[in-house]
């Protein structure tokens, strides 16, 4: 377990008062960081993310977190995206075909349809794909997304929802995990689940009392 | 097919949620995180807050209580009124509302809908649209909160707003809005078949007028007057819903 707060992701591409609230709810300590000199020492890194891919991609070239994600992940730094930023975890994305990912995940992140509304936005279910420890099998439980494109399922898929097709709603690979749906604007259900996610990947509540040592 | 939104529409004026005829005699309903907190508790899946005296010299008390609602709300929220520059929207979005409304400043130029899709995405640009029956156009366009009659088709402008990157429509009917009669079904007959998410609003009164405008098309049900007085509770009306056989979340 680290003592350290999350470090929050901070480039301008992210609802960062949402995911800080929840946190709070969760009574996680989190800093924000715009640089990678901001990160804490250790513990979890969220990547956030809401806009266009290849905007996104280049705000985090920018700010120096392009090449230094890929080598905190290698030392075995837990990290988590959220919506865009699950995506950009991806080799690549459709919606920007001459940028690449961070290829911490395997696949190309592809358009959602044709047949149905793009972007997906609303609450759907999601269903257990392949086990993972942190997370129990969700029975259907309701989140909100909001998204035009998805990796389609794999082997690293732990939920999958539908829209039109099915594709992968929770990635995850050794320490890498990411969210296409918003857990922070999934009511309980979305709190729970980055609770067991976070908590998984080391991130430590402040003791409720604390105890005489 | 993600399950269909009912979203209470909460007007603000001067950082607080009031209730009027027309925007005359306002009451006030209280704060804008209160009754957050309020309707995330009963069940809503969405809210929407329309600043209805949106000025310059008030942008400070709403970037506060925009942070103070994305704090508490474990739900999404868009808020709309007077954003007319990307700068705007992007104070919004930043003080953590995940979309904005545009309605008379993108019909008074349209691009700025495009510049938002371009800086945010589409799915943060909700493009809203007051409408009325008219004997020459079909339904006619009005702005500024529906006082000014425009002479622009409705359904035109429907397609217009998704050419130009609305990532959903939020469409008011003018004349049912506050009579309780119902939505306009014919309306959200024809404006469902843009590829976007169409939100429904004006008219409901009934559990039956939801059910109504979801057969006809429509992705989310928006009504203010009968969440906020109790007269329908979201629970009550998402299981007669589901009773019905529409997806909700429950």
């Known amino acids: ?213 | 097919m993600p399950a269909k939104r009912i979203i209470p529409c909460l007007d603000v004026k001067q950082g607080r949620v009031v209730k009027g005829v027309q925007f005359k005699d306002l009451r006030d309903l209280g704060h804008p995180v209160d009754l957050a907190r309020r309707y995330d508790a009963e069940g809503a899946d969405e809210l929407v807050f329309l600043d209805i005296a949106a000025s310059l010299e008030n942008r400070g008390t709403r970037e506060s209580w925009v942070r103070g609602v994305a704090h508490e709300l474990s739900i999404p929220f868009t808020v709309g009124g007077g954003v007319s520059r990307v700068e705007d929207a992007r104070s919004l979005l930043r003080a953590g509302a995940d979309k904005v409304a545009v309605n008379t400043a993108a019909a008074l130029r349209p691009a700025l809908v495009t510049e938002l899709a371009d800086a945010f995405g589409r799915q943060c640009v909700v493009a809203a649209v007051d409408v009325k029956r008219d004997l020459d156009l079909g339904w006619r366009v009005f702005l500024k909160g529906g006082s000014e009659p425009t002479n622009r088709s409705a359904l035109d402008w429907l397609w217009e707003l998704n050419d130009l990157g609305a990532g959903e429509i939020l469409l008011t009917s003018m004349d049912r809005d506050g009579t309780g009669d119902g939505f306009d079904v014919q309306l959200l007959d024809l404006a469902s078949q843009l590829p976007i998410p169409l939100i429904a609003s004006g008219g409901a009164g009934l559990e039956i007028h939801f059910l109504e405008a979801l057969e006809h098309g429509a992705d989310a049900v928006l009504a203010a007057t009968l969440f906020h007085e109790g007269i329908l509770p979201i629970p009550r009306l998402k299981a007669y819903l589901a009773q019905n056989d529409f997806s909700v979340r429950i």
């Open chain 1, 1 to 213: 377990m680290s003592s350290d707060p999350i470090t929050l992701i901070d480039y301008d591409a992210g609802n960062l008062a949402s995911l800080e609230g929840a946190l709070e709810r969760l009574g996680l300590s989190y800093q924000r960081a715009a640089t990678p000199d901001q990160a804490a020492p250790s513990g979890p890194i969220v990547l956030p993310g809401v806009g266009h891919f290849e905007a996104a991609q280049k705000s985090l070239r920018e700010r120096g977190w392009w090449r230094v994600l890929p080598s905190l992940v290698a030392e075995g730094r837990p990290l988590l995206g959220i919506c865009l930023g699950l995506q950009l975890l991806a080799e690549g994305s459709e919606e920007a075909p001459r940028a690449s990912g961070l290829g911490l995940i395997p696949g190309i992140v592809r358009r959602l349809g044709p047949g149905v509304k793009v972007p997906h936005m609303g609450w759907s279910q999601v269903r257990q794909y392949n086990p993972h420890p942190a997370l129990p099998d969700p029975h259907g439980a309701w989140l909100y997304f909001v998204h035009s494109y998805a990796l389609e399922p794999s082997v690293e898929t732990i939920y999958v929802a539908d829209h039109g097709r099915p594709f992968a709603a929770i990635q995850a690979r050794g320490t890498v995990m990411g969210f296409q749906p918003h857990p922070e604007k999934s009511g309980r259900p979305g709190l729970l689940l980055l609770q067991a996610a976070l908590s998984w990947m080391g991130a430590s509540a402040p003791a409720p009392e604390a105890p005489c040592n």
